[in-house]
C-alpha cells in the first residue's frame, strides 16, 4: 500500500493513511452489513454483495446480475460465485490487478479464486480460521492463555449414557450445556438435562466427535471485539447480546441483536473481560494468527464469575456496533487497525494507552440493534418488504417509512431506527431466514435483560410492513432449500 511505507506515529498519521489509500480494497460477502460504513473511512474501500439492500442507491455497493447457480450450503458458496462471476472480475480487473480482499467467511476454494484475480486475502489463512474456530479448540487457547470456560469437559458421545458418566466424572452435574466444534446462531447449543431431551438432539449429538459438555450457569451473555497486532491486543467495549428471543429467532440460544452502553457492567467485570481478551489475543499471536476477532464472555450471575463463551476468528454481527462506537469516531474504527495489520505498514502506537481510553464511559454511546427473522415454521413468498432507511415510530406504536439512507447516525433520537433490509419482495421466506436488521439510539432489553414494550414495537411494527403469498413445499423445491447457516 505504500512504496515508502513510512512509519505511522499515532492516530493522526493512520487516519490520514487510510484517507489517502490507493490500493482497493473489497469486502465480499451476502450483504455488507459487517462493515457497513467502513467505506467512508478507506479511500477505495468496496463492497461486492450478493443480495441489494439499497436497491442500487449506496454508492459503493456493487451487486452483479444474478446468473444460475448450485444451490448454496454456506456463505462461502456465495463469496466463491460472487468472485467467478463476470462481472465482479471485469470490475476488479479494470480497477487494480492488485487488489486486497476481506471476508465475513471463505474457504481455501475462495484463497485459490482471490490468487487467480491477482488479489491478496487480508485475513489468516482459512486453514488456521478453521482450527481456531472450533469450539474445542478455543476451550484449549483459553487454557494456554489463562482464561477460563464454563467448568466442562471434551468427550465424544454416542448415548446419553456416555453423556452422564462424562459430566458425573466432571462433576458437572446434570442440568448441562452441549456445543459441538462448529455452528453459530445456537444451531449446535444444546441444553440437556434429560434422556428426553437427548433424544430430541441425538442426531445432531453422536458422531460429531468431541463434545463441549458443559455445566448450565445462569449467565448473562456478552461480546468484545478486539484487534490482534504485533504490538498487543486492542480491544473494543463490552456489548449485552440478545439471545433466543422468540419474537426475534425461532433458535434456542440463538443470537439475535447486541447493545453497548456504558453501564452495562461492572467497572471490575469490564476491566477482568479486557484482560482475559488481551491474553487470548496474545496467545493467538502464538498460534499464528493475527487480526480481528470476537470473543463471548459468560457472567455468571450468581458469582460474577466471569467464562470464556467461544471465538469467532473473523468480523461478526456485533462489528458494526464496534465501529461505529464514539470512541471509533474519536480514533478511528477497530477494523481499521486490522487492515493497518495486513498493509505491512509500520506503526507504532501505545495499544494500553488506546485500550484505556476506549474503556471509559463517556466514550461509550448508548444503541442497540435486533436481527429479526422469519420465527414462524412456514414457506411463503413475500410480495412487500420494508425498504432500508430511517423509520420513526408514532406515539401510538406504529412505524412508519420516513426517509432514505444509509449511515445509522442519521438516527436522531429512539423514535427512529435505521432498518437493514435482508429479504425483499420475490424472495423466498422460511423458518430461520434473515429478514433485516434494525438499528437504534438506546436499550432494546431492560434490567432483567427482558425485551422493552420500545423493541416489541418495533418488532411488530417491522414485521407489520412483510406481505406475502402462501407456498407449499412441494412448490418451491425446485428452486429453494432452507440454507443451514446465517448471513450476517
Given at each position: 500500500?505504500?512504496?515508502?511505507?513510512?512509519?505511522?506515529?499515532?492516530?493522526?498519521?493512520?487516519?490520514?493513511?487510510?484517507?489517502?489509500?490507493?490500493?482497493?480494497?473489497?469486502?465480499?460477502?451476502?450483504?455488507?452489513?459487517?462493515?457497513?460504513?467502513?467505506?467512508?473511512?478507506?479511500?477505495?474501500?468496496?463492497?461486492?454483495?450478493?443480495?441489494?439492500c439499497?436497491?442500487?442507491?449506496?454508492?459503493?455497493?456493487?451487486?452483479?446480475?444474478?446468473?444460475?447457480?448450485?444451490?448454496?450450503?454456506?456463505?462461502?458458496?456465495?463469496?466463491?460465485?460472487?468472485?467467478?462471476?463476470?462481472?465482479?472480475?471485469?470490475?476488479?480487473?479494470?480497477?487494480?490487478?492488485?487488489?486486497k480482499?476481506?471476508?465475513?467467511?471463505?474457504?481455501?476454494?475462495?484463497?485459490?479464486?482471490?490468487?487467480?484475480?491477482?488479489?491478496?486475502?487480508?485475513?489468516?489463512?482459512?486453514?488456521?480460521?478453521?482450527?481456531?474456530?472450533?469450539?474445542?479448540?478455543?476451550?484449549r487457547?483459553?487454557?494456554?492463555?489463562?482464561?477460563?470456560?464454563?467448568?466442562?469437559?471434551?468427550?465424544?458421545?454416542n448415548?446419553?449414557?456416555?453423556?452422564?458418566?462424562?459430566?458425573?466424572?466432571?462433576?458437572?452435574?446434570?442440568?448441562?450445556?452441549?456445543?459441538?466444534?462448529?455452528?453459530?446462531?445456537?444451531?449446535?447449543?444444546?441444553?440437556?438435562?434429560?434422556?428426553?431431551?437427548?433424544?430430541?438432539?441425538?442426531?445432531?449429538?453422536?458422531?460429531?466427535?468431541?463434545?463441549?459438555?458443559?455445566?448450565?450457569i445462569?449467565?448473562?451473555?456478552?461480546?468484545?471485539?478486539?484487534?490482534?497486532?504485533?504490538?498487543?491486543?486492542?480491544?473494543?467495549?463490552?456489548?449485552?447480546?440478545?439471545?433466543?428471543?422468540?419474537?426475534?429467532?425461532?433458535?434456542?440460544?440463538?443470537?439475535?441483536?447486541?447493545?453497548?452502553?456504558?453501564?452495562?457492567?461492572?467497572?471490575?467485570?469490564?476491566?477482568?473481560?479486557?484482560?482475559?481478551?488481551?491474553?487470548?489475543?496474545?496467545?493467538?499471536?502464538?498460534?499464528?494468527?493475527?487480526?480481528?476477532?470476537?470473543?463471548?464472555?459468560?457472567?455468571?450471575?450468581?458469582?460474577?464469575?466471569?467464562?470464556?463463551?467461544?471465538?469467532?476468528?473473523?468480523?461478526?454481527?456485533?462489528?458494526?456496533?464496534?465501529?461505529?462506537?464514539?470512541?471509533?469516531?474519536?480514533?478511528?474504527?477497530?477494523?481499521?487497525?486490522?487492515?493497518?495489520?495486513f498493509?505491512?505498514?509500520?506503526?507504532?502506537?501505545d495499544?494500553?494507552?488506546?485500550?484505556?481510553?476506549?474503556?471509559?464511559?463517556?466514550?461509550?454511546?448508548?444503541?442497540?440493534?435486533?436481527?429479526?427473522?422469519?420465527?414462524?415454521?412456514?414457506?411463503?413468498?413475500?410480495?412487500?418488504?420494508?425498504?432500508?432507511?430511517?423509520?420513526?415510530?408514532?406515539e401510538?406504536?406504529?412505524?412508519?417509512?420516513?426517509?432514505?439512507?444509509?449511515?445509522?447516525?442519521?438516527?436522531?433520537?429512539?423514535?427512529?431506527?435505521?432498518?437493514?433490509?435482508?429479504?425483499?419482495?420475490?424472495?423466498?421466506?422460511?423458518?430461520?431466514?434473515?429478514?433485516?436488521?434494525?438499528?437504534?439510539?438506546?436499550?432494546?432489553?431492560?434490567?432483567?435483560?427482558?425485551?422493552?414494550?420500545?423493541?416489541?414495537?418495533?418488532?411488530?411494527?417491522?414485521?407489520?410492513?412483510?406481505?406475502?403469498?402462501?407456498?407449499?413445499?412441494a412448490?418451491?423445491?425446485?428452486?429453494?432449500?432452507?440454507?443451514?447457516?446465517?448471513?450476517?
Amino acid at each position: 500500500m505504500s512504496s515508502k511505507r513510512k512509519k505511522l506515529k499515532n492516530m493522526s498519521e493512520i487516519r490520514r493513511f487510510f484517507h489517502r489509500n490507493e490500493t482497493p480494497i473489497y469486502f465480499v460477502s451476502a450483504t455488507n452489513f459487517n462493515l457497513l460504513g467502513l467505506d467512508e473511512w478507506v479511500r477505495n474501500f468496496k463492497y461486492i454483495n450478493y443480495i441489494d439492500c439499497f436497491d442500487g442507491r449506496h454508492p459503493n455497493v456493487f451487486v452483479p446480475s444474478n446468473q444460475p447457480h448450485e444451490e448454496f450450503q454456506s456463505i462461502e458458496d456465495i463469496n466463491n460465485y460472487l468472485l467467478q462471476h463476470k462481472e465482479v472480475m471485469d470490475r476488479i480487473r479494470a480497477r487494480d490487478s492488485e487488489a486486497k480482499f476481506v471476508f465475513l467467511m471463505f474457504d481455501e476454494e475462495t484463497e485459490k479464486l482471490v490468487e487467480e484475480i491477482g488479489g491478496e486475502v487480508w485475513f489468516p489463512k482459512a486453514q488456521l480460521r478453521n482450527r481456531v474456530d472450533n469450539k474445542i479448540e478455543t476451550v484449549r487457547i483459553g487454557n494456554k492463555a489463562g482464561v477460563p470456560s464454563v467448568p466442562n469437559t471434551l468427550a465424544v458421545i454416542n448415548s446419553y449414557e456416555d453423556l452422564a458418566a462424562a459430566a458425573s466424572e466432571a462433576g458437572l452435574g446434570k442440568d448441562l450445556v452441549l456445543q459441538s466444534a462448529f455452528g453459530d446462531s445456537g444451531h449446535t447449543t444444546f441444553f440437556i438435562k434429560s434422556r428426553k431431551d437427548f433424544e430430541r438432539h441425538q442426531h445432531e449429538i453422536i458422531g460429531q466427535g468431541e463434545i463441549k459438555v458443559m455445566k448450565r450457569i445462569n449467565c448473562r451473555g456478552a461480546a468484545i471485539e478486539a484487534c490482534a497486532t504485533k504490538h498487543g491486543t486492542i480491544v473494543g467495549p463490552m456489548m449485552t447480546e440478545l439471545v433466543g428471543f422468540p419474537e426475534l429467532t425461532p433458535y434456542r440460544g440463538g443470537w439475535c441483536g447486541n447493545e453497548i452502553f456504558a453501564g452495562a457492567f461492572s467497572r471490575k467485570v469490564r476491566d477482568k473481560a479486557r484482560d482475559y481478551t488481551a491474553k487470548f489475543g496474545k496467545q493467538l499471536v502464538k498460534e499464528g494468527y493475527r487480526g480481528y476477532f470476537e470473543l463471548d464472555f459468560l457472567i455468571d450471575q450468581k458469582t460474577k464469575d466471569i467464562y470464556l463463551g467461544e471465538l469467532n476468528p473473523r468480523i461478526t454481527g456485533a462489528s458494526s456496533m464496534t465501529n461505529h462506537a464514539a470512541f471509533a469516531h474519536a480514533d478511528a474504527p477497530l477494523f481499521l487497525f486490522h487492515l493497518l495489520e495486513f498493509s505491512g505498514v509500520p506503526f507504532a502506537l501505545d495499544i494500553d494507552e488506546l485500550n484505556e481510553r476506549w474503556s471509559d464511559p463517556q466514550n461509550i454511546d448508548s444503541w442497540s440493534q435486533l436481527v429479526i427473522k422469519h420465527t414462524e415454521d412456514s414457506l411463503d413468498i413475500l410480495t412487500a418488504a420494508p425498504e432500508s432507511g430511517i423509520w420513526k415510530m408514532a406515539e401510538d406504536g406504529t412505524v412508519s417509512f420516513n426517509r432514505f439512507d444509509y449511515h445509522r447516525r442519521a438516527v436522531e433520537s429512539e423514535s427512529e431506527a435505521f432498518f437493514l433490509r435482508i429479504l425483499k419482495p420475490g424472495d423466498y421466506r422460511y423458518e430461520g431466514a434473515d429478514l433485516g436488521i434494525l438499528v437504534t439510539r438506546g436499550r432494546l432489553m431492560d434490567d432483567k435483560f427482558k425485551l422493552t414494550e420500545q423493541a416489541k414495537k418495533w418488532i411488530h411494527g417491522i414485521r407489520a410492513h412483510y406481505a406475502s403469498v402462501p407456498l407449499t413445499s412441494a412448490e418451491a423445491k425446485p428452486v429453494i432449500s432452507e440454507p443451514g447457516f446465517k448471513l450476517l
